[in-house]
């Protein structure tokens, strides 16, 4: 099975200097239908722009990862950490039993562009944690682990069965990933157009998998049917079927 989620059906959410889409129902934004997939929960593709950002707020029992995309994100927190997040890092932030922190644009002149994503822990009560990595090195047209439930492979920890890869294709080029029985998965275009079997997916754009077992993803040909000459990021979730 899969399952198409567009980019423009996400639901949106404009302040001064933010502009949110929200692949899951999130804040003001409520669709029965999309709130969530599995332990994936949220999946915000948020720009914010300079000196804008999230004052203090609260989490718990929450595993927030964040994808820099361009610029740098300033992170506080009740807990004395603070940090910036470059282009190509990844944040991942146990809430657990409670925190308070806030996200900024880092620069004065520079937009920031941000994935926000949440995944609800196997159990409640976590210690508040935080893991930060660069992945802006990461070889093209690769799926690279970028966060499993061991860390193992040099990849952040995430406290649930989620692994969760990241994939820069090349154009021309594309990667196969295999599900295990009772996987399911999640794919993220970032940016580029991707092809997945007969389904075309744009930036923004998100799909549902199961009962797959190779997933095969590359980019799209151009109209003509020469080598297109956009590449793609992609993020993609492997996660239990439950």
Not at 71 to 78: E, I, K, L, V
């Amino acid at each position: 099975m899969q399952a198409i989620r567009p980019a423009q059906a996400r639901g949106q959410a404009q302040l001064p200097g933010l502009h949110s889409q929200h692949s899951f129902s999130f804040g003001q934004y409520y669709d029965p239908a999309h709130m969530g997939f599995g332990p994936l929960r949220v999946i915000n593709e948020d720009r914010v722009a300079p000196g804008a950002g999230f004052p203090a707020h609260g989490h718990s029992d929450m595993e927030i990862i964040s994808v820099v995309r361009a610029g740098a994100m300033a992170h506080r927190d009740s807990l004395g950490h603070s940090s910036v997040i470059g282009a190509g890092e990844v944040q991942r932030m146990t809430a657990g039993t409670g925190i308070r922190h806030s996200e900024f644009n880092a620069s004065d002149d520079e937009a920031l562009e941000f994935l926000q994503i949440w995944i609800v822990p196997e159990e409640t009560g976590l210690a508040p944690s935080y893991e930060q990595k660069s992945f802006a090195a990461t070889a093209s047209n690769e799926l690279h682990l970028v966060g499993s439930r061991d860390g193992h492979l040099g990849s952040l920890t995430i406290h649930q069965d989620v692994d969760l890869y990241l994939a820069r294709l090349q154009p021309g080029h594309g990667v196969t990933h295999t599900l295990q029985a009772n996987r399911r998965a999640w794919l993220q275009v970032m940016s580029g157009s991707v092809a997945v079997g007969e389904a075309q997916l744009e930036s923004g754009d998100g799909l549902a998998v199961s009962h797959v077992a190779d997933l095969t993803i590359s980019t799209l040909a151009a109209a003509d049917g020469t080598q297109s000459p956009d590449s793609a990021e992609i993020l993609l979730f492997d996660m239990a079927d439950s």
